[in-house]
């Protein structure tokens, strides 16, 4: 269980604060310029009509999603960890893969075989399939780590096995299913390169084009005053579902496996509707890219230049996830282990750059280098600064996520046993914590490898990854020379997949 405490150590609070102000970066340079603009002229840009159109595409296309992520990514997870499917390991790998193609290359994949996806309901499929493995991944987690005993007496008291599930299962899945849920929501209002190639518009997309054609523009930085009430409204609808319940528990419960569900009649609808899920998340984007490989005009192999934006990409991935975990833990721990409105503050702030499109998150550390800090204008570390300010939501539901799940009381114990400090921390809270904060690290390296558009302001000069080389050759339409790209992404980012689908083998 849980513990409150009347004040919080200062020294932790002293670096959440920290993350907290390096993370509210974009979010004053949003509110800077929209006082800088006047209130007249704030108003004038914000009734406008184009804003009603923009606010109910994101609206209705990020609310779509993460019901639909929500839904298939807890069947799924419930099908592989408590029915007797057969393969359940190999799909539990083929469900978590599609994270290794990055939305923008299954968009890619779809587009250029066929101009029907473009719209609404192309776009609700593709970001549908491209994201649900955020909320799988999780609930799947969860799954492993319940108590088997609990499910044993409901079906003791006479429950069937989906009362079981809906009265005992869904309600101990709430975080993973709602953490799951809000990063597919955050990702899916900063999202610019999938929906763009679709054709969809929305306020990241608005928000790319006003940049394009007016650096700085103030109508832009209402767009993204937007989307950050957005993501307001998003962070407190999940805090009041969450509620205030807590899931740890001292013991895993009996030592032995759960008896899975038996399918029997619903064994081949199982099958068949896992299978399509499958086949559109990566049969069809990888079915594209082979297509392009093999037959496209444009269709080249410069071996140099593949090398070099492997490692540029691989190296950057690494030191973000490095710099993002080490940024998260800290404010984790404080929201977990001292809960009260200053962390839940604390916490809630690291959120809300993730909702603003990365070419936002770039602007405004181009803004504060130039001002403040001229030498670090086009360098690295600015670089991986944007990074860790867009992708500490990733790292921080997994590390919260974990630490959940570490009962405070084996720290007593082991304080009780003389043991403190740095010990305790290596001996008991790092190997109970570890497999979740490695998921954590692991999503953001993912990200990092695919990142767009913050990359191509905030990228030293001469510095090319694999995603900008795509994107140059995709917006020239030239699907041959940017397939060779999207399939290094899609080689790179399936290791770090896979670790991922094992993460919590041991919890089971």
């Known amino acids: 269980m849980g513990r409150r405490v009347a004040a919080y150590p200062p020294l932790l609070l002293a670096a959440c604060v920290l993350v907290a102000l390096v993370a509210a970066i974009p979010l004053a340079f949003v509110v800077g310029y929209t006082v800088s603009t006047g209130w007249d002229e704030a108003w004038r840009l914000l009734v406008r009509p184009r804003i009603g159109e923009l606010l109910v595409n994101t609206a209705r296309l990020t609310l779509g999603c993460m019901v639909l992520t929500a839904v298939l990514g807890t069947g799924a997870a419930w099908l592989v960890e408590r029915t007797t499917l057969p393969g359940r390991r190999i799909w539990n790998a083929l469900l978590a893969a599609p994270l290794a193609v990055p939305a923008f290359v299954t968009s890619f994949g ?101 940049y394009e054609s007016a650096f700085n523009a103030p109508a832009a930085n209402m767009l993204a005053t937007v989307l950050v009430l957005c993501c307001a409204l998003l962070l407190t609808a999940e805090l009041r579902l969450r509620g205030r319940r807590r899931y740890a528990r001292v013991g895993r419960g009996a030592a032995r496996s759960l008896e899975p569900v038996r399918l029997r009649g619903w064994t081949a609808p199982a099958l068949v509707a896992l299978f399509a899920v499958v086949a559109l998340a990566l049969g069809v984007p990888m079915g594209s890219l082979v297509h392009w490989l093999v037959v496209g005009a444009s269709t080249a192999f410069p071996v140099a230049s593949l090398v070099t934006t492997a490692a540029t990409s691989i190296g950057l991935g690494l030191l973000a996830a490095l710099l993002t975990t080490a940024l998260a833990l800290p404010v984790a721990w404080l929201s977990v282990r001292y809960r009260g409105s200053v962390s839940t503050l604390l916490e809630r702030s690291t959120y809300v750059a993730n909702a603003l499109p990365g070419i936002v998150v770039a602007l405004a550390l181009i803004t504060v280098s130039i001002r403040f800090v001229p030498s670090a204008y086009q360098t690295t570390g600015v670089l991986l600064v944007g990074y860790a300010i867009l992708f500490l939501p990733r790292a921080m539901v997994s590390a919260r996520a974990a630490i959940a799940q570490a009962p405070p009381v084996l720290e007593d114990v082991a304080h009780s046993l003389g043991t403190r400090g740095a010990t305790t921390l290596r001996r008991v809270i790092l190997p109970l914590i570890a497999p979740g904060v490695g998921a954590g690290a692991a999503l953001v390296f993912l990200a990092v490898v695919t990142e767009l558009t913050a990359t191509l302001l905030l990228a030293p000069i001469g510095t090319r990854t694999l995603a900008t080389e795509f994107w140059s050759h995709s917006s020239d339409i030239a699907y041959g020379a940017a397939a060779p790209y999207a399939a290094l992404m899609v080689a790179i980012s399936a290791p770090a997949t896979y670790l991922l689908t094992r993460r919590t083998r041991n919890t089971s």
Do not use: N
């Open 110 to 210: 779809w587009v250029s075989l066929t101009p029907a996806v473009e719209g609404y309901w192309g776009a609700l499929l593709i970001v549908t399939v491209s994201y649900y493995p955020l909320v799988f991944l999780p609930a799947a987690a969860a799954l492993r780590g319940l108590d088997p005993a609990l499910e044993e007496t409901a079906r003791a008291l006479g429950h069937g096995p989906w009362r079981t599930f809906l009265r005992v299962v869904l309600p101990q899945l709430r975080p993973a299913v709602l953490g799951g849920s809000l990063l597919v929501g955050l990702h899916l209002l900063a999202e610019f390169g999938a929906l763009q190639m679709l054709r969809y518009p929305t306020f990241t997309t608005a928000i790319f084009d006003q």
